[in-house]
């Protein structure tokens, strides 16, 4: 059954007595200031903590708070004039409509309170009676304080073992000191009589955003609040007392529908009688056994699986000196729970720990020396069954704990133990933060690549496990280390070891007692180089690296070893020169170049990796080989892509890619990008490498020169006069059409034989598919698109054109356009191919375009003016079929430049 509005009242006898101090509070106010403080002189009294004269002030005439009506003064304490009898003493009353303040009247329905009037149905600081007043998580609802008005489902008095639902559709409440304004559901739950005893409330079933909380139905007062993203656990334990009335608050973060499932149990239950252990003194090791049935039940564990009514047996073990001992119930039925308390059994601040699942079957604990602690051992889920309970301590292991020989391969199962039998953490560990570890002494059989690979219980750990080598010894130094919820690297390491080389293998975990297995393989060491590239320059080769690392790299990538698989390459230089080495179209990889082609043990010539594309360039002699490595920085196969070419091939401003005098022409990015040469106008700081090429113009006129890539690219084009360091003559950046293509591109005026360099900078350096190359076209551009001679668009749909308006002049000015004249235009006819609305759009990036479309010719009525705000226009007009209209389109506040124009 549901509830709008639950409330929760003050009993009868409760609020007399508040009705009965509060008309004691209005007698005492209601009497003179006789005895004014000593701070005020002797013709003063204290009103409120002002020294005032009640003589003569006419907001305190004879009393504090006997204010005169308008107009009157106050003589000798008494109100005179024409403004109505005053003098009625401090507040006035406290009845129903008694006097307000200067004695009036208050409105029926209202009560005067010191003075002043209040609603005692509705006012939280006078809630049913003068200065009865509500607390600040309470509303005054019918003179009552009540909690706030919430839809709330009530559970009765019956423990539910769940609560199940979704927030969605819920209304909105901000209720949750741990939860802002969010979809959220209230159930109401009432203690049973015998039901007292502490409870916990756990949300782990329901969806990771999902936010608990429990809120006292009385004082309406939270009780605990848990958020199970933020906070450690998503779970809280309460203790609640019999009758007492609770809300279930379940709502979730960040205003998100939330699938909740809460799980309630009663933990415990305060115990008449204390349970009566036997005393098993100090022995250790020692072990006991029996049955927990016909025992009774004389105790309530907390960890939550014991019902009343479970039959149980305890025993007294004083630990005989500081140290960690197993309470162990390996060898007891399924349905035997295991508790440890100090002292007493009876006392939850004395609880230390319990095992409860068939697969937790140890309590590790650390206990002073000489103090007693009870073992509780009661039956799960109030089972009946047999128990055996054995208690050891727990010694220094040594380090390393077993010698596994030189067998390969082989694999070991073990249980991870106490942390401190590894002398010193590992590094890529979250500062040491592991609980238990298990370690292996190997000593290698032969010269090989050696995989040791961990495996672990699920059960027993939510991490997967880490593994540390060492070298020798516990404290020897460290090879390498994995901890796979930091590094998001398999449970996996791979080392070059030399025959009879001992390395120590630590397994660690985050829980204790992680069941786990230890594989240790060889592989077999392929040929360094692998592959033998030749002479041929310039050549790219590409692959896939997979399998263990066999070489070393000397240098990192952000601060990432490369400790994945590697290629090797062999290449000889065909002369003399300079040559270059890149890896553009590899993933996260580190580039080594050694001298000698016969090994991977030559000496280092050049070792990269920087971002984004690791490269480096090699004076070489002719027929001199080096090995060229590309590691790895991740433990996962990666895509490999070695380009070699000369220093000279590189397209640069020292020495450019002659284009000639061709016209049209198109270009294909060589690949071979290297260097950040020239910083344009419209793009600068980017941080770009460029491509850059000489065009000689063939003869006077106009040229539009672009770039065209897939969309994964963004090119900036820029022309300088002569050269790179010439003056920059236009200069535009790329953006994504229509056609699914990012495009830059301008018009320039060339004289015959003038020579520009196009530079072409891309915005990343990752050519990561053949057909993922920019390309650059130059082509004759018209001059033409004025009202006498318009550029003929045609009747297909959709189009985009691309149009510069800087050679031409205003040929007809625009209405919308915001700026005065004038403004270079290029002017279009299109003829509609059918009835219906058609869009005009321009953008730009270097100017705010306008599109003016007129009826017919230049001569005709304005159809639409469209100006933008910023880089682009766009407006729709309805056409008729056939129908003809003129599109001019011009630069906002006298600016010209590029533009593309869609009509779709």
């Known amino acids: 059954m549901k509830h709008s509005q639950q409330r929760f009242r003050v009993t009868g006898a409760l609020a ?11 007698a005492s106010c209601a009497a003179p200031d006789d005895a004014p403080p000593e701070a005020c002189p002797a013709s003063l009294s204290s009103c409120g903590g002002t020294c005032v004269d009640l003589h003569t002030d006419a907001a305190h005439c004879g009393a504090c708070d006997a204010r005169c009506a308008a107009g009157q003064t106050c003589e000798a304490g008494v109100c005179a004039g024409d403004g109505g009898s005053g003098g009625g003493g401090a507040g006035g009353g406290g009845g129903a409509g008694g006097g307000g303040a200067g004695g009036e009247p208050c409105d029926p329905g209202r009560t005067s309170c010191g003075g002043t009037c209040v609603d005692l149905q509705s006012e939280a600081q006078h809630c049913g009676a003068c200065y009865f007043a509500c607390n600040d998580a ?41 939860a802002g304004p969010a979809p959220q559901r209230a159930f109401q739950f009432t203690v049973p009589p015998d039901g007292g005893g502490t409870y916990r409330f756990d949300s782990s079933g329901s969806s990771a955003n999902t936010v608990i909380g429990l809120i006292d139905g009385n004082s309406c007062g939270e009780l605990a609040c848990r958020d199970d993203l933020s906070d450690e656990s998503p779970s809280f334990s309460v203790t609640l007392t019999a009758h007492q009335v609770v809300r279930v608050v379940v709502t979730s973060t960040q205003g998100e529908d939330s699938d909740f499932e809460i799980a309630i149990r009663r933990l415990y239950a305060p115990v008449a009688s204390s349970c009566s252990p036997l005393d098993i003194g100090s022995t250790v090791p020692q072990t006991v056994t029996g049955s927990v049935a016909g025992m009774g039940d004389l105790a309530h564990e907390l960890c939550g699986l014991a019902p009343p009514g479970s039959t149980d047996v305890s025993f007294t073990f004083t630990p005989p000196h500081d140290g960690t001992y197993v309470f162990d119930k390996t060898g007891s039925s399924a349905d035997v729970e295991l508790a440890v308390y100090q002292e007493r059994c009876d006392d939850p601040e004395r609880f230390y720990g319990c095992s409860t699942e068939e697969d937790q079957r140890r309590v590790i604990l650390e206990l002073p020396g000489g103090v007693p602690f009870v073992v509780l051992l009661d039956g799960f889920t109030g089972g009946a069954g047999e128990y055996s309970l054995t208690i050891t301590e727990r010694l220094p292991l040594p380090c390393p704990a077993v010698d596994l020989g030189s067998t390969v391969p082989q694999t070991v199962s073990d249980v991870t ?51 540390v080598v060492r070298d020798g010894a516990c404290s020897g130094p460290e090879l390498d280390c994995v901890a796979p919820n930091i590094q998001a690297r398999p449970s996996e390491v791979s080392r070059r070891l030399a025959a009879g080389q001992t390395v120590v293998v630590g397994v660690t975990c985050y829980s204790d007692l992680c069941r786990h297995s230890l594989s240790i393989t060889m592989s077999a060491e392929p040929p360094c180089p692998e592959i033998d590239l030749g002479s041929t320059v310039p050549q790219s080769v590409t692959g896939t690296s997979s399998g263990p690392s066999f070489v070393s790299s000397t240098c990192s990538m952000e601060g990432r070893d490369p400790i994945g698989p590697e290629k090797t390459f062999r290449f000889t230089a065909p002369s003399d020169d300079t040559y270059v080495f890149d890896t553009a179209g590899s993933d996260w990889n580190v580039l080594t170049v050694l001298d000698g082609g016969d090994s ?80 344009p106008s419209c793009n600068p700081g980017a941080g770009t490498s460029d491509e850059v090429y000489a065009f000689t113009a063939p003869t006077d006129g106009t040229y539009l020169f672009s770039t065209s890539s897939n969309t994964s690219w963004y090119t900036t084009l820029s022309l300088h006069d002569g050269g790179c360091s010439g003056t920059e003559l236009r200069c535009a950046v790329s953006s994504s059409t229509a056609g699914g293509t990012a495009r830059a591109w301008t018009i320039v005026a060339l004289t015959a034989g003038q020579t520009v360099n196009a530079v072409v900078s891309y915005s990343r350096l990752r050519f990561d598919l053949p057909d993922d190359l920019p390309s650059l076209t130059i082509e004759s551009a018209s001059t033409s698109g004025t009202c006498s001679a318009p550029i003929e668009l045609g009747s297909a749909v959709p189009l985009w054109v691309r149009g510069d308006a800087t050679l031409n002049a205003d040929s007809i000015p625009a209405p919308c356009n915001r700026a005065a004249g004038p403004h270079p235009d290029v002017v279009y006819h299109f003829t509609a191919p059918a009835a219906a609305t058609y869009t005009f759009s321009a953008a730009s990036s270097f100017i705010s375009p306008v599109v003016h479309v007129l009826e017919a010719d230049c001569a005709g009525a304005t159809l639409g003016c469209f100006s933008a705000s910023s880089w682009l226009a ?31």
């Open 138 to 178: 309470q509303h005054c609802r019918e003179g009552q304080c009540t909690c706030p008005d919430i839809e709330v489902q009530d559970l009765g008095t019956a423990v539910p073992p769940t609560i199940t639902g979704t927030t969605a559709g819920a209304p909105l409440a901000d209720d949750l000191r741990c």
């Open 417 to 467: 133990l106490d942390r401190a039998s590894l002398d010193v953490d590992p590094s890529c560990t979250d500062n040491g933060a592991f609980i238990s570890v298990a370690s292996y002494q190997f000593t290698a059989p032969a010269d090989a690549t050696y995989s040791f690979s961990a495996s672990i219980s699920p059960y027993d750990t939510w991490n997967g496990p880490g593994i």
């Open 16 to 26: 007399v007595l508040w009705v009965s101090v509060a008309l004691l509070l209005l």
């Open 600 to 679: 991977c043990s030559g000496a280092v010539l050049a070792c990269n990796g920087d971002l984004p594309a690791t490269r480096t360039e090699l004076p070489l002699l002719a027929g001199q080989s080096v090995t060229v490595i590309v590691d790895s920085v991740f433990y996962i196969s990666n895509g490999v892509a070695l380009n070699i070419y000369r220093r000279d091939d590189v397209g640069s401003c020292a020495s450019p890619h002659d284009l000639g005098s061709t016209v049209p022409q198109t270009v294909v990015s060589s690949r071979r990008v290297l260097y950040d040469e020239v910083d």
């Open 874 to 904: 766009e407006g729709a007009i309805t056409l008729a079929a056939g129908q003809v209209v003129t599109i001019a389109v011009e630069g906002r506040d006298d600016g010209s430049g590029p533009f593309t124009l869609d009509v779709f």
